[in-house]
């Protein structure tokens, strides 16, 4: 993700301010030099780089905090409302009838965002269809096809027709019911004239109402030509960014907002067609500063509430920071995270957790985290729904029973029980949980007994 370690980095130096009331120049060189830092690593071009730091210095140092309020809570919020201004608002797209025509270069990600943000629009009660016009791509129309029928929306392609303005004209009248008009156009390795000449025809018979810029994270600097040259073509009203879910920083594509004057619409953050996000800054900022973005996690779990049939009662974000849960809601909450995304985005919007706790785990301990899920439930299939219910119950001859039932080791269901009683042991240290507070939580279970340290974490470190 963007700026990955400013939240880490950052943490550091606020810390420092902690007990202060007052912050001097030196405090705000600090906290300056690690955002410049972050920005710089994460292709952040230096000119936006410099007007941003000297924003800060500016505000921290001249601006009164409100009547009661820390250096420490005075800084942070200006940083975080100059780093929002940094990314702009989120583009507009309102949940009404629309077109919406994607441009970008080859392998930018257009296709897969086509439908990614044709599923985003179907589970806001939208009806979207996507047409597709890259006709000089082979694989082209298979992979846009299959894409759509995965997101269970209308799709228009013709592999027999080298046309792509007269595909664009018959796809607009074939869809014509639709709410939703994506629009998917072919990419050329550089910017070429046909392409442009194309793009600019289609556009002409579709008539969008906005075009978006599909960019790949690990654009960096060249983001400014390709938006320059997308720009004078056929108008920028937004920028979707694929592949954040990769090393890529994505900051090159803050250099094409800048330049196109427009805003980020969306972010793409895997292969399939759910892993998409709805650009929002405020949210985004907080994750990025380890606060956490309660926003997205709540809808995130709606979507897999509704995909495994569980009603609100089953899972609550709130209440899994709390609960008092046995294996049975465990499972439940199980299911649902495998239908959230990857587990290490997922802890992103938990406040506290992000940084907190993902920056003590060891490099690939996400990597084997769903893996480890998918053995978890298994194990889980073969217990009785009393051993669900009450873990501690299930004594040694269960544990063989459970192994042999579920083709899995008794190490593995010990694993689970152990993960179990971790789990619920952290569930209920994250009420009230305030911030720093998890450094102090992870020592204790690193040194608390019960096979809780982080060995016996399961999933969560290994
Ligand atoms: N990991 C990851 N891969 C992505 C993402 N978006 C797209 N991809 C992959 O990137 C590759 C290129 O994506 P496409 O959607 O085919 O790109 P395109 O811009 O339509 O390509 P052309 O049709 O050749 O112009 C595919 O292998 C996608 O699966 C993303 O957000 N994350």
Same mark, same amino acid.
């Given at each position: 993700?963007?700026?990955?370690?400013?939240?880490?980095?950052?943490?550091?130096? %606020?810390?420092?301010?902690?007990?202060?009331?007052? %912050?001097?120049?030196?405090?705000? &060189?600090?906290?300056?030099?690690?955002?410049?830092?972050?920005?710089?690593?994460?292709?952040?071009?230096?000119?936006?780089?410099?007007?941003?730091?000297?924003?800060?210095?500016?505000?921290?140092?001249?601006? &009164?905090?409100?009547? /009661?309020?820390?250096?420490?809570?005075?800084?942070?919020?200006?940083?975080?409302?100059?780093?929002?201004?940094?990314?702009?608002?989120?583009?507009?797209?309102?949940?009404?009838?629309?077109?919406?025509? =994607?441009?970008?270069?080859?392998?930018?990600?257009?296709?897969?965002?086509?439908?990614?943000?044709?599923?985003?629009?179907?589970?806001?009660?939208?009806?979207?269809?996507?047409?597709?016009?890259?006709?000089?791509?082979?694989?082209?129309?298979?992979?846009?096809?299959?894409?759509?029928?995965?997101?269970?929306?209308?799709?228009?392609?013709?592999?027999?027709?080298?046309?792509?303005?007269?595909?664009?004209?018959?796809?607009?009248?074939?869809?014509?019911?639709?709410?939703?008009?994506?629009?998917?156009?072919?990419?050329?390795?550089?910017?070429?004239?046909?392409?442009?000449?194309?793009?600019?025809?289609?556009?002409?018979?579709?008539?969008?109402?906005?075009?978006?810029?599909?960019?790949?994270?690990?654009?960096?600097?060249?983001?400014?030509?390709?938006?320059?040259?997308?720009?004078?073509?056929?108008?920028?009203?937004?920028?979707?960014?694929?592949?954040?879910?990769?090393?890529?920083?994505?900051?090159?594509?803050?250099?094409?907002?800048?330049?196109?004057?427009?805003?980020?619409?969306?972010?793409?953050?895997?292969?399939?067609?759910?892993?998409?996000?709805?650009?929002?800054?405020?949210?985004?900022?907080?994750? =990025?500063?380890?606060?956490?973005? =309660?926003?997205?996690?709540?809808?995130?779990? &709606?979507?897999?509430?509704?995909?495994?049939?569980?009603?609100?009662?089953?899972?609550?974000?709130?209440?899994?920071?709390? /609960?008092?849960?046995?294996?049975?809601?465990?499972?439940?909450?199980?299911?649902?995270?495998?239908?959230?995304?990857?587990?290490?985005?997922?802890?992103?919007?938990?406040?506290?957790?992000?940084?907190?706790?993902?920056?003590?785990?060891?490099?690939?301990?996400?990597?084997?985290?769903?893996?480890?899920?998918?053995?978890?439930?298994?194990?889980?299939?073969?217990?009785?729904?009393?051993?669900?219910?009450?873990?501690?119950?299930?004594?040694?001859?269960?544990?063989?029973?459970?192994?042999?039932?579920?083709?899995?080791?008794?190490?593995?269901?010990?694993? %689970?029980?152990?993960?179990?009683?971790?789990?619920?042991?952290?569930?209920?240290?994250?009420?009230?949980?305030?911030?720093?507070?998890?450094?102090?939580?992870?020592?204790?279970?690193?040194?608390? /007994?019960?096979?809780?340290?982080? /060995?016996?974490?399961?999933?969560?470190?290994?």
């Amino acid at each position: 993700m963007v700026l990955d370690d400013l939240g880490s980095s950052l943490r550091g130096s %606020l810390d420092k301010l902690r007990g202060k009331s007052r %912050l001097d120049e030196e405090d705000v &060189e600090e906290i300056v030099k690690e955002i410049q830092r972050s920005l710089l690593q994460a292709d952040v071009s230096v000119d936006l780089v410099m007007d941003l730091s000297e924003d800060i210095r500016e505000r921290a140092l001249n601006e &009164e905090p409100p009547g /009661g309020t820390s250096a420490r809570d005075h800084v942070l919020r200006i940083v975080y409302e100059e780093l929002v201004g940094l990314v702009g608002e989120s583009t507009d797209l309102p949940l009404e009838s629309q077109t919406i025509m =994607l441009a970008g270069l080859q392998g930018s990600g257009k296709t897969t965002s086509a439908a990614k943000m044709a599923w985003w629009f179907s589970k806001k009660g939208l009806r979207p269809g996507v047409i597709q016009t890259d006709t000089f791509r082979p694989g082209a129309y298979d992979q846009a096809k299959q894409m759509c029928e995965r997101a269970e929306v209308e799709f228009y392609g013709d592999p027999d027709n080298d046309d792509p303005v007269d595909i664009a004209r018959k796809g607009k009248e074939e869809l014509s019911d639709v709410d939703v008009l994506i629009v998917d156009t072919a990419g050329r390795h550089a910017l070429e004239d046909t392409l442009i000449g194309e793009l600019e025809e289609i556009e002409r018979v579709v008539d969008p109402d906005r075009n978006l810029l599909v960019l790949d994270a690990a654009i960096g600097q060249g983001a400014k030509d390709q938006a320059d040259e997308f720009e004078s073509a056929v108008g920028i009203d937004g920028v979707v960014i694929t592949k954040l879910d990769g090393t890529a920083k994505g900051g090159g594509a803050l250099a094409a907002v800048d330049r196109t004057d427009s805003s980020i619409a969306f972010l793409g953050t895997g292969e399939e067609v759910q892993d998409i996000e709805r650009f929002e800054p405020s949210g985004f900022i907080s994750r =990025l500063l380890g606060m956490g973005d =309660l926003k997205q996690l709540t809808e995130r779990v &709606e979507r897999a509430m509704e995909e495994t049939g569980q009603t609100e009662e089953d899972w609550d974000p709130e209440e899994m920071m709390k /609960g008092e849960f046995t294996l049975h809601d465990m499972r439940k909450q199980m299911e649902a995270m495998n239908n959230m995304g990857p587990l290490s985005q997922v802890m992103d919007m938990i406040p506290g957790l992000g940084g907190g706790l993902k920056d003590q785990l060891p490099d690939d301990a996400m990597d084997v985290t769903q893996e480890r899920l998918r053995d978890f439930e298994v194990i889980m299939d073969s217990m009785t729904d009393d051993e669900l219910a009450n873990p501690r119950s299930v004594s040694k001859s269960r544990i063989e029973r459970v192994a042999r039932g579920s083709g899995k080791s008794e190490e593995q269901v010990r694993e %689970l029980l152990e993960q179990h009683k971790m789990m619920s042991r952290m569930m209920k240290q994250f009420s009230g949980m305030g911030d720093g507070d998890m450094q102090r939580m992870m020592k204790k279970m690193q040194g608390g /007994g019960g096979g809780g340290g982080m /060995g016996g974490m399961g999933p969560f470190g290994d």
